[in-house]
């Protein structure tokens, strides 16, 4: 179990950090950065199928496809979400919504759990409503204070939980799913960094190429450790170890100089009384064991 714990921090945290190379990368535009990191991640992917030997993940889903045609369609539909997804991660640290996007994470484990409610019918605790509870109040009292969501926070709650509902609806949820909807943002992203003048980039940022692919292993050890730790731990004591990456984004989005608005002070007092309550209910299920 701690073996497992040790691997669910480290990913976590290099998930989070990962937030940084969009700083580290300039001047490169986000668009560019998005397509390199597309570029980057599928070997990586690959890499890591091969490394755990999840190599007959491909020829499931290929069965799956044959026997459900309109799979192609939602698989198209998860490709166009985790572009976008892949985009704002990028995006947001040098336009000013690093914060938001980091509000929309700590809001994400809360959304995945009512569309769980919603759609599986998982069972819902009473910590698990009070969770919820306090996640609307904030978010209510929020939407009053500034007649607004950042449209960023939205994307980042709501994206990634659509994402896996869909995925274990269909039941596709493998990293070879996850290659093949790369592969299918692959056209955009080769466009986009064919746009970009990296001569002039590296000019401006000698360090470029080594953040590059320093940034490429981050990923690569983030991924390994995701999978390790996937195969040591519970569902729901993964999910809890999960906060650490929006925690270290958060951090983050401070360091670059972003500020929080008073007026956000009360949903994140709410996001952090959700949070508590998710975590209290995880360890009152008695899944966190030495």
């Not at 998860?78 to 704002?88: E, H, S, T």
Request: glycine share 6%; hydrophobic share 55%.
């Amino acid at each position: 179990m701690i073996r497992g714990v040790v691997f669910a921090i480290l990913s976590n945290i290099l998930f989070g950090t990962g937030y940084y190379f969009a700083v580290l990368l300039l001047p490169l535009d986000d668009m560019g950065m998005f397509g390199l990191r597309v570029i980057v991640l599928i070997p990586l992917i690959l890499l890591v199928i091969f490394i755990f030997s999840q190599q007959k993940d491909f020829n499931d889903l290929w069965q799956k496809i044959v026997k459900k045609p309109p799979l192609v369609l939602i698989i198209l539909l998860l490709a166009m979400n985790v572009g976008v997804q892949l985009w704002l991660f990028i995006y947001a640290p040098n336009n000013g919504q690093a914060l938001p996007v980091s509000i929309g994470y700590l809001l994400l484990p809360i959304v995945a759990s009512a569309l769980g409610k919603l759609v599986f019918k998982e069972h819902f605790t009473p910590l698990k409503w009070g969770a919820l509870l306090f996640a609307a109040i904030g978010v209510a009292v929020n939407l009053i204070l500034t007649n607004s969501i950042s449209w960023a926070t939205f994307i980042a709650a709501f994206g990634y939980p659509i994402y896996i509902v869909l995925r274990r609806y269909f039941d596709i949820n493998s990293l070879a799913t996850l290659v093949v909807e790369l592969c299918l943002c692959l056209p955009v992203a080769v466009y986009y960094v064919a746009q970009s003048d990296l001569t002039f980039v590296q000019q401006q940022n000698p360090y470029f190429y080594g953040y590059l692919i320093l940034f490429g292993l981050v990923n690569c050890i983030a991924f390994i450790s995701y999978i390790r730790s996937s195969n040591l731990l519970p569902v729901n004591v993964l999910g809890l170890l999960g906060y650490f990456e929006p925690l270290v984004m958060l951090i983050i989005s401070f360091l670059i100089g972003e500020i929080l608005d008073a007026k956000s002070y009360l949903l994140m007092i709410c996001l952090s009384l959700s949070i508590v309550l998710l975590i209290w209910d995880s360890l009152n299920k008695g899944e966190i064991k030495s």
